[in-house]
């Protein structure tokens, strides 16, 4: 909104200070700047409406230490993540562009989704909430849209190299051919560093290409549920996802950075995506809206993102990575996300094959998912948290080294 404001100021009136709206780091800088102070004012209010509608969350009895202390606190927090993030977005980001567009619908959607799982735990006391069969309904509808979008509109494109531009500075190849759709993808750790899903229908003989919406869209839409869900599921101790997920949108950030901008996407050899630098005006709110979120939500927590938040979360994650065309790197970045799930999974196959072989079910973690494991082994949350956070750190960098390592 005030882009198009101060561009018209600029052309008219020649305001002096208007063209900073121009650039995407002035703007990704006033987006994380507001969503910060969104989320720390007002996310105290939202908090105190919360209590006052006595929208707190019902603790289960999982013996778990401190697990009492939390009953009653407020839930449904994810909204100040949601605000906190589209307030700042409709203000600073172009709504011309087909990603900021994609992303505001993935949040709106997801928020929409968990929120009615939320209302179903809280007023109608249904400690289920909203049936996994929807749940799941509504993030393959989700990865349906974004498939089709990103694999049909014509402005989700990129540009292949074509020339070299020399300067006395220094020489970098120029990338100023045509845009061209594409369904190339990064492939970490090889170095022609790329993957085209038309391979997966070749067999299918000479113009097999055009069907390869047939792989990408299912592909779409199992990352857009699986990250969601490996969110929900690390969505368990204080502080836990919201910081998690501000490292991973980090990093997503910097990808999105590089990949939109023309020197580095050459110097680093990934695809140069048109358009894709508006995407750090986003990434720059929703990093904010995260970490504005944690003051509140740090242990003590004195406010739950609950689904409301952690599928949102997800869901964003995951369309970011797609964008960006780093979706082969998420089981390396959201490796936090990666391994609640895979204990979950582990957990509950090999109780119903133990008590299937034996009549006895066994586990192999005390307690899944992985986070409550390590509550039953008598770790302080605090401590699971911070380590956590250090892994997810790591997993980040390793994460961006692997743009050299081929």
Known sequence: MLYYLFEYLEKKYQLPGAGLFQFQTFRAGMAVLFSLIIATAFGKRIILFLKRAQIGETIRDLGLQGQEQKAGTPTMGGLIIIMATLIPVVLFARFDNIYIILLIVTTIWMGIIGFIDDYIKIFKKDKQGLKGRFKIMGQVVLGLIVGATLYFHPEVTMKEKDGTLITQEFTVEQRQGEEIKSTKTNLPFFKDNELDYSVFISWMGNGAEKYTWLIFIPIVII????????????????????????????????????????????????????????????????????????????????????????????????????????????????????????????????????????????????????????????????????????????????????????
């Not at 739950?304 to 995951?318: E, N, R």
């Not at 005390?366 to 986070?371: E, G, T, W």
């Not at 390590?374 to 605090?382: A, C, D, L, R, T």
């Not at 401590?383 to 994460?399: M, S």
């Open 223 to 406: 990352i857009v549920t699986a990250v969601s869900n490996g969110s929900n599921l690390t969505d368990g101790i204080d502080g836990l996802a919201a910081g998690s997920s501000a490292i991973i949108v980090l990093t997503l950030g910097i990808f999105a950075w590089v990949s939109g901008n023309i020197v580095f996407s050459n110097y680093l050899d990934i695809f140069f995506i048109p358009r894709a630098g508006e995407l750090v005006i986003f990434i720059a709110a929703f990093v904010g809206a995260l970490i504005g979120f944690l003051w509140y939500n740090t242990f003590p927590a004195q406010v739950f993102m609950g689904d409301t938040g952690s599928l949102t979360i997800g869901g964003v994650i995951a369309v970011i990575a797609i964008i960006v065309r780093k979706e082969l790197l998420i089981p390396l970045l959201c490796g936090i996300f990666f391994a609640e799930t895979i204990s979950v999974m582990l957990q509950v196959s090999y109780f119903k094959y133990t008590k299937k072989r034996s009549g006895e079910g066994k586990r192999i973690f005390l307690m899944a998912p992985l986070h409550h494991h390590y509550q039953k082994k008598g770790y302080h949350e605090s401590k699971i948290v911070t380590r956590f956070w250090i892994i997810g750190i790591l997993l980040a960098i390793v994460t961006i080294v692997t743009l050299k390592i081929r």
